[in-house]
């Protein structure tokens, strides 16, 4: 069973940054296809990013791209989002999700039922 960790949630001010992480004990997260999610209070999960694990092929909803970034570092085994210019609206506890299985596409990394894996989350609030 593989048990993720989300760190790196907090409040900030809008046109701020925020850097998550997703870690894992005892696993090789380089094996999996890794996608953040959020969820607001009264509202959806959405995807917000992924990254494969057969080329490093990276996706993000269209409200972050350009300002949210995700990578992996294998060192560290963490896979981290980097948020930038962040806007009220991104305030939401955000997870992070691993699937076993690399058939990650443009068509199906924001669907969260290919994900057998979810953190915790980590709770991000932008506010002035």
């Known amino acids: 069973q593989v048990q993720l960790v989300e760190s790196g949630g907090g409040a900030v001010r809008p046109g701020g940054s925020l850097r998550l992480s997703c870690t894992a004990s005892?696993?090789?997260?380089?094996?999996?296809?890794i996608g953040w999610f959020r969820q607001a209070p009264g509202k959806e999960r959405e995807g917000v990013s992924a990254?494969?694990?057969?080329?490093?092929?990276?996706y993000y909803s269209d409200y972050v791209k350009g300002r949210f970034t995700i990578s992996r570092d294998s060192a560290k085994n963490t896979v981290y989002l980097q948020m930038n210019s962040m806007e009220p609206e991104d305030t939401a506890v955000y997870y992070c999700?691993?699937?076993?299985?690399?058939?990650?596409?443009?068509?199906?990394?924001?669907?969260?039922?290919?994900?057998?894996?979810w953190g915790q989350g980590t709770q991000v609030t932008v506010s002035s």
């Open positions: 990254i494969s694990s057969s080329d490093d092929s990276t």
């Open positions: 999700a691993a699937d076993p299985v690399p058939l990650m596409s443009a068509g199906s990394w924001s669907i969260g039922e290919i994900y057998d894996y």
């Open positions: 005892g696993y090789n997260l380089d094996a999996y296809d």
